[in-house]
C-alpha cells in the first residue's frame, strides 16, 4: 500500500455528527488525493492536496473540507455527516515518476446511521 | 474533459481461456493511461500504464494492455486466466493532476 495508513478502518457514526478521517504516508509525497468509492460510480474524487496547505476540489466536494497542515498527514472531515455519505474512502499519492499513477491506501468504511 | 469508459459490468471467463476486459478514452491530446485492479476489502493496485511509445504495454500479474488510437481504446487482456484474477478492474485516464477512474468492471474467472 505505498506507505499509506488510513485510520479508522471502519467507523459507524450517527447522522448529524462530524467525522475526521486520516490519510498517513511516510514518503514525503506532495500530492494526495480523497476517493469515495460506491457501487455503480467507480472511484469518484472528493479533494486532493498539491502541498502543504494547497488544496483543491474534486468532483463529488460538497459536504466535505479537507486539510493539510503537514506534508505526510491529509485530513478528510464530514461537517455533519449525512446517510448519503454511507461510503468507502480511500487515500491516495501520486507516485514519483513523471506519469502520474496514483497508489491507494487500504481504505475506510464509513456508515451514517 | 478527459474520460474513460467500460462498456461491461461484468465479464465472465473459464479458467485457462484469454481475457479482455474493455476500456475506452476520451481525451484531447495525447492520453496517459492506467489499469487498476481491486480485490475484495482491499485498496486499488496499480497494473500498468500507457505514456508513449510501444502499443503493447505489460504490466502486474502477467497483464498487459493494447493502445489503439484509432478505436480509442486501451483493453487489459491476459492469454490464460487464472481464478485468482477474480477482481474489480478499473481503466483510468490522466486529466492535468487527476486522474479520471471508469466504474468498473468485475472479472469473474469460472473454475
Known amino acids: 500500500d505505498a506507505g499509506i495508513t488510513q485510520s479508522p478502518r471502519h467507523k459507524v457514526t450517527e447522522t448529524g455528527t462530524p467525522v475526521t478521517l486520516r490519510c498517513h504516508q511516510t514518503?514525503?509525497?506532495?500530492?494526495m488525493y480523497w476517493y469515495r468509492q460506491d457501487p455503480g460510480h467507480g472511484l469518484r474524487l472528493i479533494h486532493y492536496?498539491?502541498?502543504?496547505?494547497?488544496?483543491d476540489k474534486g468532483e463529488v466536494s460538497d459536504g466535505y473540507s479537507v486539510s493539510r497542515s503537514k506534508t505526510e498527514d491529509f485530513l478528510l472531515t464530514l461537517e455533519s455527516a449525512t446517510s448519503s455519505q454511507t461510503s468507502v474512502y480511500f487515500c491516495a499519492i501520486r507516485g514519483t515518476s513523471n506519469h502520474y499513477e496514483q497508489y491507494f491506501g487500504p481504505g475506510t468504511r464509513l456508515t451514517v446511521t | 474533459a478527459q474520460s474513460v469508459a467500460q462498456p461491461e459490468d461484468q465479464v465472465n471467463v473459464a479458467e485457462g481461456n484469454p481475457l479482455t476486459v474493455k476500456c475506452t478514452y476520451s481525451?484531447?491530446?495525447?492520453?496517459?493511461l492506467f489499469w487498476y485492479v481491486q480485490y475484495p476489502n482491499r485498496g486499488l493496485q496499480f497494473l500498468l500504464k500507457y505514456i508513449t511509445g510501444d502499443n503493447l504495454v505489460k504490466g502486474s500479474y502477467g497483464f498487459e494492455a493494447e493502445f489503439n488510437k484509432s478505436q480509442t481504446s486501451f483493453h487489459l487482456k491476459k492469454p490464460s486466466a487464472l481464478v485468482s484474477d477474480s477482481a474489480l478492474y478499473f481503466c483510468?485516464?490522466?486529466?492535468?493532476?487527476?486522474?479520471?477512474f471508469g466504474k468498473g468492471t468485475r472479472l469473474h474467472i469460472l473454475p
Open positions: 514518503e514525503n509525497h506532495r500530492y
Open positions: 481525451v484531447s491530446g495525447n492520453p496517459y
Open positions: 492536496s498539491y502541498g502543504v496547505k494547497d488544496t
Open positions: 483510468a485516464v490522466r486529466d492535468r493532476d487527476k486522474i479520471i
